[in-house]
């Protein structure tokens, strides 16, 4: 009898700058939209896990933040985050955009995960945009990787390619995860990152940085309706005045664009109550980054 294929799990790194399309494609990895993706850089805090699992395989998928610089404490989590998967992965993915391209920060982690001695793939993202095409990949004289792909999140291309790529380097393992497993976040971590990606549409610039969302209510006692509490955390009372907008027409659009994509998330009706805070402290603190979920 011929023999069974090994069955291969383990831990996959993504990392690359912010905006590299690390979050779509996790997304597209796992089928469904589990990561918050937006238009703006570092949307992304702390660590998150996808779980895809397949018959021959499990990929434990960690998106990160990406590589930033800055001494806050939300900003060193956030580096960390990447130090961290680095560290822990059986497979790194370094993701590189159209635009601008390799760059000296990707040879350097090409650098440190060979010293690490992990597995790394080159994987140009976002290839159907028409910036793309033009270049070459991977770059001349850019070695010490185990392959160079290309793939679109957008469109599914290079997809599959990708998944057997990343099979074939994994190690044999039992599943790590049962099958209908996507994440290991809670659902209030989910709802509270819906209503951020909400916060980041709705708002302009530097404000949703600079806020945080607390989920202190989910009251699932009344099955066809799940009624959720979320605190809006900002520094100062010019921001909450902000958030809540004219006559109350901001909060209201925040609302409207988070309980859509809370609904889709549990499947179930919600009632969504957001209320501004004002929390001077709690980008200095790291017992409150902690308990927000952000590392
Ligand atoms: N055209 C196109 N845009 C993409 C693709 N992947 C991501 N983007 C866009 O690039 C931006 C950053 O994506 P995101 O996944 O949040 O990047 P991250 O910061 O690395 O997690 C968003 O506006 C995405 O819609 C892709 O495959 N094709
Ligand atoms: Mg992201």
Redesign the pocket.
Known sequence: MPKEPAHRAGVVALL??????????LNRLLGEKL?I???K????RGRLLGIVTRPDAQLLLV?TP?FLAGSRPLEMAMQAASEEAAADCDVALL?VAPMPGFEPIHAEWLARLAERRKPVLLVA?????PEAGRSVWPPPGVHGHAGALR?????GEGIEALVARIVSLLPEAPAFYPADEITDRPLRFLVAEAVREAVFESLAQELPYRMAVDVVDFDESDPALTRIRANLLVERDSQKRIVIGRGGEQIKAIGIHARREIERLLGRQVHLALWVKIDPDWLRKPKRLKSLGYC
């Open positions: 690359g700058r912010p905006n590299a399309g690390k979050s779509s494609l990561a993706v937006t238009a850089p570092q949307t992304t998106d990406g993701l993202t976002q290839c159907d945009r793939v679109s999140a957008r469109t």
